[in-house]
């Protein structure tokens, strides 16, 4: 079977690949000149099955609200004369509700689990080098209440099958000496044993690389910007290279993987996809003082704000805007994890020297990502991944190349099948 991939970011080289395992030939087309140059240039570095809640639970409504009106809020809504984007607030309060958060949940830690599992043998079949870490991730609390939660939500993940433990501030600061500095502040932590961290667009590059090697076409610089049907199926798409000279690609099966502008590629088809662009800010440093240098990955989690060292570098990452497809750069929000850096590792990475990105993740109300069928019948989805774009990518590949191929994929998750 032929194969088309759009998108080459995360979710479509992982698409690629694991089509291509299956004995697919496959070409990917995207629009810049390489692969891993949108969303999965800079995040925040994290493999993060410790962390399968989604931003909509039960206390986010309040705790949006707490956040109104500062510039700097961790998640900031501009409201904008925009359907999209009330329909999607509409949609993140009611995934708020107990029940829906629970479920969703329990879905993302069981694919991300799965996920997991999947990276772990690619990693072994191909020996692919990405800046990767397993010492896992250390959760900071500073606030008793933010530690007595830690408790709960530990065993609500050990139900889940993630393993994790909770550490007082002297046993955190011994597990990760980089903590000293921070250790009168901190109230506890929470070591997600299963986490990993690793460089995204390393990985998308090195995994294209292998791709290729065993046989998938990647064709850079084009745009989808249509399609051709016949009898209500895709026969081929056409595209527009960077000199807007146009082509046509045909094939037997499609796979929308192009992150926040997929809905604008299946809506001709009446797919309406909830997702929306959900800006995020990153800084990547070098480091310094690598004795200081945290070894874990690390989440604040009172400043959503994630720090991962990718070999001598440090990355730091957080903050949520909902602006549209606006990728220009706001001073305070980057400021905000510049200070970050600065008062919890200060002096470990060169902040002059830093560089400053922000993209757009591509995110559903619930964070549940979109993988599988569409109404069309040779075209699929494997794009919504909001903030766990990078943990869940080989298992979304994995799965949507089974789904493809007519194998089931093999977690409890709702696919579109
Ligand atoms: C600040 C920040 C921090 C984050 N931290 C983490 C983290 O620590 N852990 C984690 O798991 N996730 C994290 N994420 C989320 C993760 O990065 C995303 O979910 C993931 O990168 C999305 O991958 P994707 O392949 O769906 O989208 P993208 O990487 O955006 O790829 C889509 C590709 O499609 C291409 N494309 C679009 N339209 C067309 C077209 N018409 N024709 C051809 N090509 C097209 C684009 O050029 C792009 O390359 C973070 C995100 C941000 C912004």
Redesign the pocket.
């Known amino acids: 079977m032929e194969v088309l991939v759009?998108?080459?970011?995360?979710?479509?080289i992982t698409s690629a690949w694991y089509l291509a395992q299956a004995g697919c030939k496959v070409t990917v087309?995207?629009?810049?000149p390489g692969p891993?140059?949108?969303?999965?240039f800079a995040?925040?570095?994290?493999?993060?099955i410790s962390h399968p809640e989604p931003w909509a639970n039960p206390s986010a409504p309040a705790t949006i609200l707490r956040w109104l009106g500062r510039k700097d809020a961790p998640l900031l809504f501009r409201l904008r004369a925009d359907t999209d984007q009330w329909r999607w607030a509409a949609a993140f309060l009611r995934e708020c509700l107990p029940g829906r958060s629970v479920r969703n949940t329990a879905a993302i830690a069981s694919l991300a689990l799965y996920s997991h599992q999947e990276l772990q043998a690619l990693r072994a079949v191909t020996g692919i080098e990405y800046e990767s870490s397993e010492a896992g991730i250390l959760h900071l609390f500073q606030s008793e209440r933010e530690f007595r939660a830690a408790s709960v939500r530990q065993k609500e993940l050990e139900a889940l099958g993630i393993r994790a433990r909770t550490l007082t501030p002297d046993e955190a600061v011994t597990l990760e000496p980089a903590l000293a500095s921070l250790r009168p502040r901190l109230t506890g932590a929470m070591h997600g044993m299963d986490d990993e961290s690793g460089n995204?667009h390393m990985f998308c590059t090195a995994l294209a690389a292998k791709a290729q090697e065993a046989g998938v076409r990647f064709v850079f610089n084009?745009?989808?910007y249509d399609y051709d049907m016949i009898r209500g199926r895709i026969r081929g798409i056409r595209l527009l290279d960077s000199d807007f000279r146009a082509g046509v690609l045909q094939a037997d099966a499609f796979v929308v993987?192009?992150?926040?502008?997929s809905p604008a590629?299946v809506k001709r088809f009446g797919e309406r996809l909830p997702i929306y662009p959900v800006k995020?800010?990153?800084i990547t440093a070098p480091i310094v003082d690598p004795e200081r240098a945290p070894r874990h990955s690390l989440t604040d989690e009172s400043r959503r704000v994630?720090c991962s060292r990718l070999g001598d570098m440090l990355r730091v990452?957080g903050t949520a805007e909902l602006n549209g497809f606006d990728l220009s750069p706001n001073p305070t929000r980057s400021a905000s994890i510049v200070k970050w850096l600065d008062e919890h590792l200060p002096g470990v990475a060169d902040l002059e020297r830093a560089e400053h990105w922000c993209?757009?993740?591509?995110a559903t109300p619930s964070n549940v990502p979109l993988i599988g069928r569409t109404r069309i019948d040779n075209l699929y989805l494997n794009?919504g991944?909001?903030?766990?774009?990078?943990?869940l990518a080989c298992g979304s590949g994995r799965a949507l190349a089974d789904i493809v191929t007519g194998q089931k994929p093999a977690p409890a998750f709702p696919f579109r099948t």
């Open positions: 759009i998108g080459a970011g995360l979710a479509g087309v995207e629009r810049q891993g140059l949108e969303t999965s995040n925040g570095g994290q493999i993060s995204a084009a745009r989808l993987a192009a992150g926040s502008y590629l995020g800010y990153s994630v990452a993209g757009l993740r591509p794009t991944h909001g903030t766990l774009g990078w943990t």
